[in-house]
């Protein structure tokens, strides 16, 4: 691939190490790769049925009904929001993020009133958190499980305990976007109301569909909530959705994919897929370490295992580190996002990888450090990182 920007020829695979989207599998492309279907034909029940019950799985539920839109995690904040609230409510939110920052500013748009707690970008939401700031008129708690632009994963069955000991029963609502397939999440055990995702991340598949996970208690409150909507009513899709089919034409060819995906992730076994996750992290994280950076997460327990952001504030430009990436060595890495732009730069290290391409793209990272003036000594991340992928063995 040559860069129309520079004069240098980018040779080799692209590394998409961008905290989604990610990677998509071989075997995920080539179940894509076929003519389009008929989307209300004979090939869709099976289709559908196998995917609710694998999305259950990896949703960790045995009896809440998964939903597909077309669409992304966007369209998922909307649609949780949409079917379960009604103009006026009160719901609480945590700042610690671009993406809480944005799924509240979605919720204010519709006409909630937002209760939003100020964090640090870079800590999680503390049980301390919830329980200093729910109150009775809470309809709804929107938490991030894994906020993508600082790297934080909050414990949400932290949060689940807070609620409960609060004596209130707010509807609990999780963006699970950068965490569902690779971060542990239990929406049956933390008593989840209603989860949602896009298929762009640990689901391995390109972009192009919200995937929520909607309980009961979910379920009963759009029947009765006056928030007006259409293509985002969850009631037509859950009914069509268990009998086969959609009330939409539906990203057909993805649902092929996402077929595919769910099979890998069961396959492989959704544990293993967490530790697996959690040791690349560490990996990546033993880098950061050796090259004398911090991490935006000051928790070490509540560093995220899809991807690390990184603070070169005072020391160099993230984005021109991320545009060395780009221009010299083929590499695709997350800029800072919002007030962290320029100051913070992200690894993805989430989806389909494993320890080379984790090594490669640190090694990328060190470089690309190197040329953008930060002093770090070539070779320290990577050796830290391969120390620590051949002890934790
Ligand atoms: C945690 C989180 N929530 C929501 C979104 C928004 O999703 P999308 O860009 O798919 O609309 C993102 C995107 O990266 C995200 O990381």
Request: glycine content about 10%.
């Amino acid at each position: 691939m040559s860069d129309p920007h520079t004069e240098h020829f980018l040779t080799g695979r692209h590394f998409l190490q961008i905290p989604g989207p990610t990677n998509v599998p071989d075997r995920v492309l080539r179940a894509m790769d076929r003519p389009v279907p008929d989307h209300r034909g004979p090939e869709m029940p099976a289709l559908v049925g196998e995917l609710r019950e694998n999305l259950r799985a990896v949703f960790k539920t045995d009896r809440s009904e998964p939903v597909l839109f077309p669409g992304s995690g966007t369209g998922g904040w909307e649609a949780a929001l949409v079917n379960t609230l009604s103009p006026g409510d009160r719901v609480l939110s945590f700042q610690n993020g671009h993406f809480a920052r944005l799924w509240a500013e979605v919720a204010r748009a519709h006409g909630l009133v937002v209760d939003e707690v100020q964090l640090r970008w870079g800590d999680a939401v503390g049980a301390d958190d919830v329980q200093s700031s729910l109150r009775g008129e809470h309809r709804a708690v929107m938490i991030v499980h894994n906020e993508t632009s600082t790297g934080v994963t909050t414990d949400v069955a932290a949060v689940r305990g807070a609620i409960d000991a609060s004596g209130h029963d707010p509807l609990l609502l999780v963006d699970t976007v950068s965490s569902l397939g690779s971060i542990d999440f239990r929406f049956d055990d933390w008593r989840v109301d209603v989860a949602l995702t896009g298929t762009q991340k640990g689901l391995m598949l390109p972009p192009g569909t919200a995937v929520l996970c909607v309980n009961e208690r979910a379920r009963a409150a759009s029947e009765t909530n006056t928030m007006p909507r259409y293509f985002y009513d969850w009631r037509p899709v859950i009914a069509d959705m268990s009998r086969g089919f959609f009330p939409y034409t539906p990203a057909t060819l993805l649902l092929f994919g996402m077929r595919e995906a769910l099979r890998m992730l069961l396959e492989e076994g959704l544990e293993n897929v967490f530790v697996r996750h959690a040791r690349l992290a560490e990996t990546t994280r033993r880098a950061v370490g050796a090259w004398d950076l911090a991490l935006l997460c000051r928790e070490p327990a509540r560093s995220s295992n899809s991807l690390t952001a990184v603070s070169v504030d005072g020391q160099a430009d993230a984005d021109r580190i991320v545009r060395i990436g780009h221009e010299r060595l083929n590499i695709a890495l997350g800029v800072g996002l919002g007030p962290l732009k320029g100051k913070v730069f992200r690894i993805g290290h989430l989806g389909w990888l494993g320890e080379l391409e984790v090594l490669a793209t640190l090694a990328g990272v060190e470089l690309a450090l190197q040329r953008a003036g930060v002093s770090v000594a070539l070779g320290s991340g990577v050796a830290a990182a391969q120390q620590y992928l051949k002890d934790s063995a």
